[in-house]
């Protein structure tokens, strides 16, 4: 099986940090978000992956290929973004005549792909899609499922939803799918839609396979919705501790990386702290990640994401925040209750 990594589009919903990031590439516990994508499509069994990339590729292709993967990767191009249908065709090349998986780069799943790998396996679809059960189905793409479990219809943000299986967007795929695609139409928003494609499937009597998450799924999208991946994956990491911690204290399920010093500070896990950081009469509280080469000093944080080389210093309390890479935040003498922050790289803010 290959599977096909979407890593493109120009993420709007996050901006200002997606002004000079790829949505893919934030961090989630100290992860860029694509990876868990990457070791999810490996564990499952893929042995080729294809990425689409777009306006960001070199960022994309700095990264992954930063990283060592026991995989052949390839990069494939494709512009500007129109539609999850045409990223398939785009692929064609690289899909051949093999089975394979499509996973949206900027999806988080608990326990990964496995079990849904081996039911398309088992089952033999042309088409196994996974859903999850949510409570506004009004806002997704809508699985309509016959007695047999079957999808018979696929509804994009239905009015009145036959059901509440929500697409998430993690596919597998026959080559059929490639067919498929090629017959549809462009919707009103000028893409190919991929539920397009799978209504197709049905409509010419293709088998389509529905496969439930039985955890946690996250589309991080949006930035409240990277900081709740970074809860949910921190939740699930054990302590280490690998840090030099002077007059401080720690509790809690908290991760210190190489060369981090701790000075008169507490960390109250579960939390991360990347490597070569150096926290000082500062409180670091749950459900934080900190990258590595950071500076926190005089400083309160919780609930938040702080990308690599940040400088924060007498910034009061900081919470439920996303803070882009190399971004200074210091005091002017006020003394604030707290801070909420959606910063991009390289911002440089005075309070």
């Known amino acids: 099986m290959k599977a096909l990594i979407l890593s493109g589009g120009h993420g709007t919903r996050l901006r ?23 070791e999810d499509v490996i ?120 059901s509440n299986y929500a697409l998430v967007g993690i596919y597998f795929f026959k080559p059929t799918i490639i067919e498929a695609c090629k017959s549809i139409k462009p919707s009103w928003r000028g893409e190919l839609e991929i539920t397009d494609a799978i209504q197709w499937l049905i409509d010419n009597n293709c088998c389509v396979e529905a496969s439930v ?57 579960p939390c991360i702290l990347g490597s070569n950081c150096r926290i000082t009469d500062s409180y670091i509280g749950p459900y934080t990640s900190i990258n590595e080469e950071c500076t926190i000093e005089g400083t309160e944080v919780e609930d938040s994401v702080i990308m690599e080389g940040c400088s924060i210093s007498n910034a009061g309390r900081i919470m439920e925040s996303l803070i882009g890479k190399n971004v200074k935040i210091r005091d002017n003498g006020r003394k604030p209750a707290g801070h909420r922050f959606i910063t991009g790289d390289n911002s440089d803010i005075k309070l």
């Open 213 to 269: 998450v039985d955890g946690w799924w996250k589309d991080t999208g949006k930035a409240e919705d990277i900081l709740e991946a970074n809860r949910l994956i921190l939740d699930e990491m054990k302590p280490k501790n690998e840090g030099l911690l002077r007059q401080s204290k720690v509790f809690g399920r908290a991760v210190i990386g190489k060369g981090c010093i701790v000075e008169n500070s507490t960390i109250k896990g």
């Open 16 to 38: 200002p940090i997606t002004h000079s990031q790829q949505k893919q590439l934030i961090p989630v516990a100290n992860k860029p978000v694509l990876f868990y994508a990457i």
């Open 43 to 162: 564990e499952a069994g893929a042995r080729e992956i294809g990425i689409i990339v777009g306006p960001n590729k070199e960022q994309i292709m700095e990264t992954v290929e930063s990283a060592e993967w026991d995989v052949d990767i390839q990069f494939i191009y494709q512009g500007d973004p129109m539609g999850l249908a045409h990223t398939i065709l785009i692929a064609e090349d690289f899909l051949g005549d093999e089975e394979f998986v499509m996973y949206l780069g900027d999806n988080i799943i608990k326990g990964g792909v496995n079990q849904h790998a081996e039911k398309f396996q088992k089952l033999d679809p042309d088409s196994l899609v996974l859903l999850t059960e949510v409570e506004d189905p009004q806002r997704f793409g809508v699985a309509n499922l016959g007695e047999n479990g079957r999808v018979k219809e696929l509804i994009e943000k239905p009015e009145n939803p036959p």
